[in-house]
């Protein structure tokens, strides 16, 4: 009865999407093993998946799948949880003395919801106000895309993305709001595909009523050419 009671609280945490963490959980030990090895030992275990469906993998379009399965999560859809892909954003002051709100808006955004492993699909737009340093436009594109390879949460790559522009800038005034589809809402479950989440996380100047609306409404703008 324990056990149904353990799968229980787990398949509610799974579904109602709730993160215990706003750091991604990670193993102490989880760079013991190269990327190589990891790719052996995945391919392994999505053969041992495919097989139990009962799948034949002699068969021309499945005989290459394990392999590929355990390289894209190595090296692309998961490539986030290794700190060697962490982007390096330098920072540059601001001699043309811009004060007021850079908003990056529109990044695409690819992740993969941790209590399923199905796709989260969206926009990320990203502001941040100058106090004295600036960072290259890409760079804020890239650190959404490093936080979003990885198992993911939503709110949590929310926070996550303001927290690492807050180090690199060295500012509070951060802000970020995330618009995305889940596939484990519109692909199964409810199976509701019109919904979408969406989360924000608004740091130092951005928490004054003002400013937020304004970061609002510049991300509201028509910008399409």
């Known amino acids: 009865m324990r056990i149904d009671n353990d799968f229980s609280d787990i398949d509610e945490i799974g579904?109602?999407?709730?993160?215990?963490?706003?750091?991604?959980?990670?193993?102490?030990?989880?760079?013991?093993?190269?990327?190589?090895?990891?790719?052996?030992?995945i391919q392994d275990d999505v053969r041992h998946i495919m097989e139990t469906l009962g799948l034949d993998l002699s068969d021309d379009s499945l005989s290459g799948t394990p392999k590929r399965v355990a390289k894209m999560f190595i090296n692309?859809?998961?490539?986030?949880?290794?700190?060697?892909?962490?982007?390096?954003?330098?920072?540059?002051?601001?001699?043309?003395?811009?004060?007021?709100?850079l908003v990056e808006k529109n990044i695409t955004l690819y992740s993969t919801c941790e209590h399923h492993l199905l796709p989260i699909v969206g926009r990320a737009h990203v502001a941040y106000i100058s106090n004295g340093t600036v960072v290259g436009l890409s760079k804020?594109?890239?650190?959404?895309?490093?936080?979003?390879?990885?198992?993911?949460?939503?709110?949590?790559?929310?926070?996550?993305?303001?927290?690492?522009?807050?180090?690199?800038?060295?500012?509070?005034?951060?802000?970020?709001?995330?618009?995305?589809?889940?596939?484990c809402v519109n692909s199964r479950g409810i199976r509701d595909i019109e919904s979408s989440t969406v989360t924000s996380e608004f740091g130092g100047k951005f928490k004054e009523k003002a400013t937020r609306r304004e970061f609002l409404d510049y991300i509201q703008l028509d910008t399409k050419f």
């Not at 579904?15 to 990670?26: G, L, Q, V």
């Not at 993911?152 to 802000?175: C, K, N, S, W």
Request: net charge negative.
């Open 15 to 41: 579904d109602n999407h709730i993160s215990t963490s706003s750091d991604t959980p990670m193993r102490d030990d989880a760079f013991r093993l190269t990327d190589s090895e990891k790719i052996e030992i």
């Open 76 to 101: 692309e859809i998961f490539g986030g949880l290794n700190p060697k892909n962490k982007p390096k954003a330098s920072t540059f002051d601001n001699k043309y003395k811009y004060g007021e709100m």
């Open 140 to 183: 804020m594109n890239r650190i959404v895309d490093y936080y979003a390879k990885r198992p993911q949460v939503q709110e949590r790559l929310t926070i996550q993305i303001v927290r690492e522009l807050q180090e690199v800038l060295g500012t509070e005034d951060v802000a970020c709001v995330i618009d995305a589809k889940h596939l």
